[in-house]
């Protein structure tokens, strides 16, 4: 019990003060009658039969009484000391981790951990202050200094967990700041301190953040058990396309459990069983399974504290790989090299011109030979050498003057730094219409791209071997947007993400019209420009898919990438958040105590700022209720 | 005569009254009381003027002849019955409205009146806690005036008790006969003791309880000490609805044990209040306890 204004406790005074009016209203008013037997005998009986009567003619001064201490009792604002918040001013941090989902005898850590600060929110005594920040990606500021628990407790309820990844860091640094601003402030956390390990290996018990007041880590969950799809990556190759499976097992027990593959269409392809030991990983592969836009791999074990990592979606690397010719009669190693980095396309390389017809390739690059008619596909064509019936060819110049590159916001010269590139010469051409000058140097033009005949092309008017371009980080960056640009599939896959992060998404130049789909079936129309679009991604696990349309009327091209939760999440093992804290409130060094109900730990010193509930109305009440009771005494005349 | 003490115009309704004994319902004297009604006594003993439907024999024709009023003799008769009224003069009797004194004394003067119309023996005794006046061996018609002054001079004075009373000297003549006892009968010591004493000395006793409106009914309120008139000693209340009602609960209670006394004992109790009218008490009350005819 304790008492938060004991100084009221001068108001008792009243009770003296209501015991002398009694003894100065006491006047007995003397009544000579003719007799007092009848009277004896009365209150004989009176008294024999109702002992207590002998009190009731006190009775209304001992109802006073009784209601004039209750009142004072009031005043002194008793209050039960309960499990609630540790300081005046108590900062809540609720991480919403996706290491939070993982279930626990029936309810997640996320709900436990709201229940906990529920009971803390809940215990608030009258003029205690809760701040609530939820410790997500970006720790978020929901209530700051908040006196009203309906407040405190809607927006905690209105928190909730999401797939990704906490930054405990931040989150512990923004209490720590809030805490700091502030005299008698206390930090409660509520989450698993899973995901990244704030304190590193070598000085696991110093703390990572300080922060000036108690501080009181409630560890919601204790289970360690978890098994996790580590990785799942598909490849097409010539026999169809091959999986590989990684599964992770992040607790103390072996695990075994069936695995199921299926295509984007939900069609069950493949199943397989594993078996992984504790602590380790196993990696499961599938072959020829049948060509699909993306697989969903999903794990089934028994004991899995987190279901949400048990399903991994995969887009197959490579899908959409172009064939590109490279036509080389000197060969070129820097260009072939290049090529083969840029891994989007299937490079095949020959020395001569093809005779006749060879058939399409989605990119023909042709180094210092000149095809006399356009090949089916796209061109890139280096350091030209005649003059052809689509190339006015004039002769070779001797570059002079630096490079500068013309239109810098070309998808094509996107990173690309010309500065330090020189060319000692280049060939020369005319005007070529339907083609446009990416760089140039003085009046030479130096690099062309545009769209002759339908296809598109880029012209690199000198020799590589000219120039120190292949030596310059321009090169690759460039031959990268080159062979993208060129591509028939025209942007590189997107890769995979972790909810929340930013995610570069390179955008199909031109299209006219790009529908983003979410794992939940909700569409949103993108309304972006350029090439890249950097997009944060939602805490949302599962399959997103792109769709572009172009203007030409084409079918739509359809993009897949797949968020996953980090890795770090599915290592669900609580850990111990060790915090240097201006006061030691509930953190033990006992690595054990997270086994320990995080309320039942112990508070030290400063238990006047613990919770409490306050039993001031519940007194004033029984107070009204006597004040009522002696009104009725008081009009039934006992 | 005082005036206060009966009403003159009805002392002749009275005259035509008679005190009761239920001693004469039984044994030998029943027959002479009766024949010394029907006159056959030889010894003249008053007169007593006619009223409607009085025996025309014993009119006295010499009487009327002389004073042409119409009188009847009474004889006197052999077997005289003695009636004894005790009036209680303790203090306590002074309360009331009338003062129960008052009233008991009216009383006793008609009583008294009536049995000396009867040519009965009328003894009075005033008493608190011993006998303080007393007036013995009245009769004749020509006494009342003297029965009257008598009572008419008592006052209440000291403490009750009816036993010490009854038992100091003098306090019973010892001839059969009525006994009335006009009390309250709040006596701490108790009553029934002295009665039964009293009932010993062969008397045929009849109890009357006087208790005032506020005996019965007190109007008390608040926070009180009640001294007792008589002994001075205090009690103090306070005055409940509940209380009040245990208090009219006793008051029945202590009236019940007094008839359930006299019950037991064969004798009669009346309960009169005081604010009764005398005239009602008399030809109603007293009447319907069988104590007058």
């Known amino acids: 019990m304790q008492w938060l204004a004991l100084g009221n406790l001068g108001f008792l005074l009243i009770v003296p003060a209501i015991a002398a009016l009694y003894l100065l209203k006491r006047k007995v008013e003397d009544v000579e009658v003719p007799s007092t037997l009848l009277w004896q005998r009365t209150l004989q009986s009176w008294e024999a039969v109702r002992p207590w009567e002998k009190l009731q003619r006190n009775l209304l001064l001992l109802l006073q009484l009784l209601a004039a201490i209750l009142l004072v009792l009031a005043l002194v604002r008793p209050a039960v000391p309960m499990a609630g918040a540790i300081a005046e001013h108590t900062i809540l941090v609720v991480d919403t981790s996706g290491s939070m989902l993982a279930r626990e005898g029936g309810q997640t850590r996320f709900q436990r951990a709201v229940a906990e600060a529920e009971k803390a929110v809940e215990n608030l005594g009258s003029g205690q202050a809760v701040t609530l920040i939820e410790a997500g990606r970006e720790p978020k500021v929901w209530l700051s200094k908040s006196t009203e628990k309906e407040k405190v407790l809607q927006a905690l309820y209105s928190l909730a967990p999401r797939p990704g990844e906490t930054d405990q860091r931040a989150a512990l640094s923004l209490a720590g700041a809030i805490a700091s601003t502030e005299e008698g402030s206390g930090v409660m956390w509520f989450g698993d301190g899973g995901g990244e390990d704030l304190h590193e290996p070598g000085q696991s018990t110093a703390a990572a953040v300080s922060i000036p007041g108690p501080f009181r880590f409630h560890a919601a969950g204790r289970s360690t058990e978890n098994v996790a799809v580590g990785a799942f990556v598909t490849q097409t190759g010539s026999e169809g396309t091959e999986g590989l499976l990684r599964i992770d097992n992040h607790g103390s027990q072996p695990k075994k459990g069936n695995i199921s593959i299926f295509g984007l269409d939900q069609n069950l392809l493949d199943v397989g069983t594993f078996s992984v030991e504790a602590g380790a990983s196993q990696t499961v592969a599938f072959e020829r399974l049948p060509a699909m836009p993306a697989y969903r791999a999903v794990i089934a074990a028994e004991a899995d504290g987190l279901a949400e990592d048990n399903e991994a979606w995969s887009v197959p690397y490579g899908s959409g790989k172009g064939r590109a010719v490279l036509v080389s009669p000197g060969g070129n190693r820097f260009l072939h090299q290049a090529l083969q980095t840029v891994g989007t396309v299937e490079l095949e390389t020959e020395t001569a011109l093809p005779g006749g017809k060879s058939g399409a390739a989605d990119l023909w690059i042709f180094d210092g030979v000149v095809p006399d008619k356009l090949p089916e596909g796209n061109i890139l064509l280096i350091a030209p050498d005649k003059k052809t019936d689509w190339l006015p060819y004039q002769g070779v110049a001797e570059v002079t003057g630096d490079l500068e590159s013309v239109q810098a916001d070309d998808p094509l010269m996107k990173y690309v730094d010309w500065r330090e590139v020189h060319v000692s010469k280049s060939a020369v051409w005319g005007s070529i219409p339907g083609l446009r000058t990416l760089v140039r140097a003085g009046e030479n033009e130096l690099i062309a791209a545009g769209t002759l005949e339908g296809k598109k092309v880029v012209i690199i008017g000198f020799d590589l071997h000219d120039s120190d371009l292949p030596l310059r980080p321009a090169f690759p960056i460039f031959m990268q947007n080159a062979v993208t640009w060129l591509s028939s599939v025209q942007s590189v896959p997107i890769g995979p993400a972790l909810p929340g992060e930013a995610l570069a998404v390179s955008l199909t130049p031109g299209a006219a019209k790009r529908v983003l789909t979410l794992p939940d079936g909700t569409s949103q129309p993108l309304d972006v420009q350029g090439t890249t679009w950097l997009f944060q991604v939602p805490e949302q696990t599962g399959l997103y898919r792109l769709t572009e349309e172009t203007d030409g009327g084409s079918a739509p091209v359809e993009r897949y990438f797949a968020v996953h939760m980090s890795e770090a999440e599915s290592d669900i093992a609580p850990r111990m958040l060790r915090v240097s804290s201006g006061k030691a409130a509930g953190t033990d060094n006992d690595e054990d105590s997270i086994e320990g109900d995080a309320a039942g730990q112990s508070l030290d010193g400063n238990a006047q700022a613990t919770g409490a509930r306050e039993l001031t109305y519940w007194i004033a009440a029984l107070a009204l209720l006597i004040v009522f009771v002696e009104w009725r005494v008081y009009r039934r005349g006992y | ?293």
């Open chain 2, 1 to 293: 005569m005082n005036k206060h003490l009966l009403d003159l115009a009805w002392l002749s309704r009275l005259e035509r009254m008679q005190v009761l004994s239920r001693r004469l319902a039984s044994g030998t004297q029943v027959g002479k009381r009766r024949s010394r009604q029907t006159g056959s006594s030889l010894e003249f003993a008053d007169y007593r003027a006619y009223a409607p439907g009085d025996d025309l024999r014993q009119l006295d024709w010499n009487v009327y002849a002389r004073s042409g009023k119409l009188f009847v003799k009474k004889f006197l008769d052999e077997q005289e019955l003695h009636v004894t009224l005790y009036i209680d003069c303790s203090k306590s009797m002074g309360y009331g409205e009338p003062p129960k004194l008052e009233r008991a004394v009216q009383l006793a003067a008609a009583l008294g009146y009536i049995s000396l119309c009867h040519l009965d023996y009328v003894s009075v005794y005033a008493f608190d806690r011993e006998i303080i006046a007393s007036l013995r061996n009245l009769q004749g018609k020509n006494k009342a005036a003297q029965l009257f002054d008598f009572l008419a001079s008592l006052s209440v004075r000291g403490t009750g008790d009816l036993e010490q009373a009854l038992r100091s000297p003098g306090a019973v003549h010892g001839k059969p006969g009525v006994s009335l006892v006009l009390s309250d009968f709040l006596f701490e010591s108790g009553y029934e003791d002295a009665i039964a004493y009293l009932q010993a000395t062969r008397q045929d006793v009849t109890l009357v309880q006087l208790l005032s409106r506020e005996e019965r009914e007190p109007a008390y309120q608040g926070e009180l000490r009640l001294i007792d008139s008589e002994t001075g000693t205090g009690k103090e209340i306070s005055v409940t609805h509940a209380l009040m009602d245990e208090y009219r609960k006793t008051v029945r209670d202590y009236q019940a044990a007094l008839a359930q006394f006299a019950y037991r004992r064969g004798i009669s109790a009346v309960d009169v209040k005081t604010e009764t009218p005398l005239e009602e008490v008399v030809f109603q009350v007293f009447r319907q306890a069988g104590m007058i005819r």
